[in-house]
């Protein structure tokens, strides 16, 4: 089958752009030639600097032919429909069929339609197609046009059989070439089939895969790097965002002055990642940043590079002076003269300044220290000085370094290294794959920071809806779940969302808010509390039998689900499942019946049968081991207990009638199997358990 190949040719196009533009490209091509009934084999877009590009393989020549029966209005509906009925089908009145349907006779229209030689249709569809690509940030490059792309646009290759597919946007018509790199290339490039299109660009220094170029960079910057001894540090957002910017990458080694090498290494990281698009190296041997750093060229060099490379060096040493001042400025004010300046910044409205801010989370603080263990005055101390690094002109160039540049000024001021690197660490973790803070100081300043974060958005009326979430509430509350789970804490939300209360998370707000915010609160982590277990592969069902008992305590949910699960695995937990099922399904039929609900006291004089009374001895005891070994949060041995039930169980259902004739012994033995229920329902909620 004929294969369709486009390509529109512009300016650069923004790297961050790039991937999502393909992504686009391809789904509207997708939703527009299956809209026209099109099957085809297979369609992939690819972006890079200065062209987009679309291949489709198995392209049907023709579209099918269609014939469909459409219903109209019956045959006294008033004229005005039978006129818009013909004008949708663009028949006349003498075509159209009369059916005879059981509300009446209807008119029935069959329309035929012939497909379209395909050429045709790419022709209406595409520049449709290029008019909805929604760009981030477009503009009007034509005088008096309305048209926009993300920049101007200067040429469109588009062939199908390889013939060309003649059609024009924005003024530009269609043509049967495209050109290659901007500096090493000349001329024009006639291209009528992917596979020759492809091959020529490489021939002329483009290599159109992203994913390839990625390759490119990142090998280069690995091998560069060896020459000199020196190991790359891996930079995935960087990578994704250099392979956008060069067609044919090269890689080359610059040189960082040794005057700079004493600012923190994390400030010449992201003064060199955020500004100059630079790949940092390490040293293998001592483990620290190098004097060295790879950039990535869009250009082969005669002189090996080393014009390119000057130039690189020379505005990284502007850069890099710029960023060394700051470092030097804000050393000279300690981070407790700081602390006053946060007045001059609105965290939030509703919620006052960051001075305030930092005042609840330092009472929180204390109180969470206390509950933990850690050095009450140092995480109120670490509390205090966290967020004074806003203030400071390096976190004013480089927001992302808040918390890492408070640690570098605390450590300067001589403060205790636990408030440094409370002052750091109270930000994590920041996604699911950064680690949570292990220190106790650090603890309790995180899981300030986020509960007052929480309480007061909460009590505002900023809470997240749908997947829209502007203050990033769910990526805290999973902090604070991580921080408990991984930090094995006995910290029960029952507890800590009131003491966030108390301690003024919401102070700008009426009191009487206050108690719905804890309630909503708790309903919101609990919520988190079956994304992080769900995440980890526990069946909903568990989550939710172990939440109906443990819903504050997170700790023992966890461990509590653990056992749970290990148990329902075994043959022995598998069948007291099923033996419980058949209890509750018993109860449920009897009690409806009843009108009441039987409370397991059960009447040792009126059981008869071996059975029963084995079942009845056998709940008795482990009542009693399950009670002691909940006490004491061994929930394995309460696993145990349950597992020796499994016998009775299955003997009382193979021996027993339940429904017996005397009303007394019924209702006894309906008691057993609630005992069973309330016996089983001290470790989960089983009724919640599907199986």
């Not at 966890?558 to 069948?575: H, P, V, W």
Request: net charge neutral.
């Amino acid at each position: 089958m004929p294969d369709l190949l486009l390509e529109l040719f512009s300016e650069e196009i923004p790297a961050r752009m790039q991937a999502g533009a393909a992504r686009d490209l391809e789904r509207l091509m997708v939703g527009a030639l299956t809209d026209r009934g099109y099957l085809f084999e297979g369609i992939k877009a690819f972006a890079g600097p200065r062209r987009l590009t679309l291949a489709i393989a198995g392209l049907p020549a023709k579209q099918s032919d269609v014939r469909e029966e459409l219903k109209g209005p019956k045959t006294d509906a008033p004229p005005a429909a039978l006129e818009g009925f013909l004008k949708k089908t663009g028949l006349t009145k003498d075509e159209l069929k009369v059916e005879k349907t059981p509300k009446g006779e209807v008119y029935m229209a069959v329309v035929e339609r012939q497909g379209r030689e395909t050429p045709h249709v790419l022709a209406d569809i595409i520049p449709d197609v290029m008019t909805k690509l929604p760009w981030p940030k477009s503009m009007r490059w034509k005088p008096g046009s309305p048209v926009r792309w993300v920049r101007p646009l200067h040429s469109i290759l588009c062939t199908f059989d390889g013939e060309l597919v003649p059609f024009s946007f924005a003024g530009i018509s269609t043509g049967l070439h495209t050109r290659g790199h901007r500096f090493l290339s000349d001329g024009r490039i006639e291209a009528r089939r992917f596979d020759d299109y492809a091959q020529k660009l490489k021939a002329n220094h483009v290599v159109l895969e992203a994913e390839e170029r990625a390759a490119i960079i990142f090998e280069g910057v690995k091998q560069a790097a060896f020459v000199h001894g020196l190991d790359m540090i891996p930079d995935e957002g960087l990578l994704a965002e250099v392979r956008g910017l060069a067609e044919w990458p090269v890689v080359y080694i610059g040189t960082i002055q040794n005057e700079f090498m004493d600012v923190p290494p994390e400030i010449l990281q992201t003064s060199m990642r955020t500004h100059q698009k630079y790949f940092s190296l390490r040293d293998p041997k001592t483990g620290k940043m190098a004097n060295r750093f790879a950039l990535v060229a869009n250009m082969v060099a005669k002189d090996g590079g080393k014009e390119i490379v000057a130039g690189n060096e020379r505005v990284l040493r502007a850069r890099l002076s710029d960023a060394k001042f700051f470092w030097d400025e804000d050393r000279k004010h300690s981070l407790e003269s700081r602390v006053e300046k946060l007045k001059g910044i609105v965290f939030h409205a509703k919620l006052g300044t960051q001075f305030e801010r930092v005042q609840r989370i330092e009472k929180l603080a204390g109180e969470i220290a206390q509950l933990i263990g850690a050095d009450v005055k140092l995480a109120q101390r670490a509390a205090r000085l966290a967020k004074a690094d806003l203030t400071t002109g390096v976190v004013g160039e480089f927001p992302e370094l808040q918390g890492v540049m408070g640690r570098y000024y605390a450590l300067h001021d001589k403060e205790d290294a636990s408030v440094a690197d409370a002052a750091r660490d109270h930000y994590r973790p920041v996604g699911p794959s950064d680690a949570v803070p292990t220190d106790k100081v650090a603890i309790a300043v995180a899981l300030a920071d986020k509960l007052d974060a929480l309480t007061g958005f909460f009590a505002a009326g900023e809470k997240p809806t749908g997947s829209g979430d502007p203050f990033a509430l769910r990526r805290a509350a999973l902090g604070i779940i991580r921080i408990i789970l991984e930090n094995e804490l006995r910290l029960p939300l029952t507890t800590l969302i009131p003491m966030a209360r108390q301690a003024g998370g919401a102070s700008a707000l009426e009191a009487n808010k206050l108690d719905s915010v804890v309630i909503e609160l708790a309903a919101f982590f609990q919520d988190r509390f079956r994304v992080v277990l769900k995440d980890r592969g526990a069946a909903f069902d568990l989550v939710a039998a172990v939440f109906a008992l443990d819903a504050g305590d997170l700790r023992l949910a966890n461990i509590r689900l653990g056992e749970l699960q290990t148990f329902l695995k075994s043959d022995d937990g598998a069948n007291l499942l099923a033996g419980y099922k058949r209890a509750i399904n018993i109860l449920k039929i009897e009690e409806k019946k009843d009108g009441k609900v039987f409370i397991s006291e059960v009447s040792e004089k009126l059981l008869s049968e071996p059975a029963e009374k084995a079942l009845f001895a056998a709940l008795a005891k482990a009542r009693t081991a399950i009670t002691a070994a909940l006490e004491k949060e061994d929930f394995a041995a309460a696993m145990q207990q349950m597992a020796g039930l499994r016998v009775p169980v299955d003997g009382f259902f193979e021996g027993v009638k339940v429904n017996a004739e005397d009303k007394q012994v019924r209702e006894n033995r309906l008691n057993l199997l609630a005992s069973l229920r309330a016996t089983l329902h001290q470790v989960a909620d089983f009724s919640r358990i599907e199986g």
